[in-house]
């Protein structure tokens, strides 16, 4: 198959040349390329498939998400995503790191596009190195830790943590916010009757994610760790804290979403506030100006969506009080749409688009066949329309029948989606017949 005329996201340029395809694989990237089976995509954009580190598919965390691997892959296929690595939920106190990885690995058999995952710490015991180990040998080259929620790590136990993964030459991802700190606002709030929405951002201000971050980057130092790897950063305090550790040459991951970049905490004071709701919360305006400004200055490494998905009725049960509004929101869709756009606006460079949404991802979390263009590398493309349009949460593909990105101005559309060179999405329509995933060892 010969995809003609594309211009090419490669580098830090827009180029028109010709694609190869063979056996799944980018055989020749030229000009002009002779053959049969040519497919003409004059004046449409060709970039990698998107690679979405942070998804959680199928969790349950008392209430069970309404994306499944079947139905967020779909999303993440319409949205131009075309491989995910997903982060597992908690399972049984005392189950093994196998536990979580053995289960996904069934639900995940249902995935439309290629997939991996993190491995989830709970708890450490006499066999954590040795499970580590053991995944790590299996294909998962990441681990999630929390610094809240019922698993949470104190200190002594980051310690540890950090020790095995510089062993191990693992990467430890962690939701950073103090867990203390939120737990004592919640609770005053909660005596006080103050439990509208907007009480869930009070509830967790920009500085108990500041200080764990700070927190973080220390314990790292103080081992010698160097792949740390902060997901959803959220403010501008947290990236200063960030930005003052890499000037001193500190190694450290940094990932923030879309919702960060488009929306503010603003949104908690509308009607519809609960469809927000989702930790950290939604920032000011200055916030949402510094992680742009975060991205532009290489500061932070790529975009993750953190997709976590729960129906609106669920949602509803935040009405009486933000503490019963289960946290998390849809964006596995829209994420390389809007960040596209930005490209399309001359607002983000290629390269900056590049580095954020596929060859970040790929070099970091060690997907040697994702990421890029190259001859070699899977057949992983995204064919873009350029089209001035919005995001109409109606046409979004998630099983949680909204979105926070509604009506945001988009100017692009997915024209078609390959996989390892397998056609699965056209003209708006899903044609694969079944799931091609396959799970990527890393």
């Known amino acids: 198959m010969i995809l003609k005329n594309g211009l090419l996201a490669i580098g830090n340029e827009i180029v028109k040349k010709d694609i190869l395809i063979e056996n799944g694989i980018i055989k020749k990237i030229d000009t002009n390329i002779q053959g049969d089976d040519i497919i003409d995509i004059s004046g449409k954009y060709v970039v990698p498939g998107g690679i979405d580190v942070h998804t959680h598919m199928n969790i349950d965390v008392g209430i069970k ?5 079947k139905s967020g892959s779909i999303a993440a296929a319409f949205g131009g995503t075309t491989t995910i690595i997903d982060h597992p939920g908690f399972g049984p106190k005392g189950c093994s790191l196998h536990y979580m990885i053995d289960k996904y690995k069934k639900d995940a058999k249902e995935s439309y596009i290629d997939y991996s995952f993190h491995g989830v710490i709970q708890e ?23 610094l809240t929620y019922l698993y949470k790590q104190n200190d002594e136990e980051i ?10 030459d693992v990467i430890i991802a962690v939701h950073a916010e103090n867990d203390m700190a939120m737990e004592h606002l919640k609770r005053k709030f909660e005596k006080e009757n103050k439990t509208d929405i907007i009480y869930h951002s009070y509830s967790r201000p920009v500085e108990v994610e500041a200080e764990a971050v700070y927190r973080l980057i220390s314990l790292a130092s103080i081992i010698g760790y160097e792949k740390l790897y902060l997901v959803h950063i959220s403010s501008a305090k947290a990236l200063e804290q960030i930005e003052i550790a890499k000037r001193d040459g500190k190694k450290i991951f940094v990932e923030t979403c879309p919702q960060y970049l488009y929306l503010d905490e603003d949104n908690y004071l509308k009607p519809d506030g609960i469809k927000y709701v989702l930790s950290p919360p939604l920032r000011k305006e200055k916030d ?12 932070i490494d790529l975009v993750g969506s953190d997709h976590c998905t729960f129906s609106l009725k669920e949602k509803e049960k935040g009405r009486e009080s933000f503490l019963k509004c289960p946290n998390g929101i849809p964006g596995v869709e829209e994420r390389n749409l809007l960040l596209f756009s930005e490209v399309l606006k001359n607002k983000l460079s290629v390269e900056k688009y590049l580095n954020i949404v596929t060859t970040n991802p790929a070099k970091i979390f060690g997907l040697k066949q994702k990421g890029s263009i190259e001859v070699g590398k899977d057949a992983d493309l995204v064919i873009f329309e350029k089209k001035e349009s919005f995001i109409d949460e109606k046409l979004m593909h998630s099983n949680a029948k909204y979105s926070c990105f509604d009506k945001q101005k988009i100017n692009c559309k997915v024209d078609r989606v390959y996989l390892r060179g397998l056609l ?19």
């Open 65 to 69: 998400s309404v994306d499944d691997f």
């Open 124 to 146: 450490i015991s006499e066999n954590t190195y040795e499970e580590m180990a053991e995944l790590k040998e299996s294909g998962i080259n990441s681990f999630k830790i929390y």
């Open 159 to 168: 310690l540890k943590i950090f020790e095995i993964a510089k062993k191990l």
């Open 288 to 299: 949402r100006v510094a992680l742009w400004s975060g991205i532009n200055n290489g500061i």
């Open 424 to 442: 699965i999405i056209k003209d708006d329509e899903l044609k694969s017949l079944s799931p091609e995933g396959k799970n990527i060892k890393r």
